[in-house]
């Protein structure tokens, strides 16, 4: 998934994205994982420079997925990107790239 997000970016941004990958949520506290995903990166994008970044507690990583979500919903313009259920009935799931873009 890391991966597919940083190739659908602009080519451009790519390098600066794979320095500036950050760990989140409970599930990046598997046995592992973070080994795993460094060393996966590092096979298919040989010659990037892959940096892994983490909270420095796992108290911390299990709740910054809630944090950011929490910031993101308190600024004033995210109640534009809403999308109600009558909406999302009469577009289908094309309002989510309408909406998103």
């Not at 590092?42 to 911390?60: T, W, Y």
Request: charged share 20%; proline share 3%.
């Amino acid at each position: 998934m890391v991966l597919k997000s940083v190739m659908a970016s602009d080519m451009d941004l790519r390098p600066h994205l794979l320095n500036s990958v950050v760990l989140a949520g409970g599930s990046t506290l598997f046995p592992g994982f973070v080994d795993r995903l460094s060393v996966s990166l590092q096979e298919m994008c040989q010659g990037s420079r892959i940096k892994l970044h983490s909270p420095s507690s796992d108290m911390e990583r299990k709740v910054t997925t809630w944090l950011g979500g929490s910031i993101l919903a308190s600024l004033g313009t995210f109640h534009q990107l809403w999308i109600s259920r009558a909406e999302y009935d009469e577009h289908g799931a094309s309002i989510v790239d309408k909406k998103c873009q």
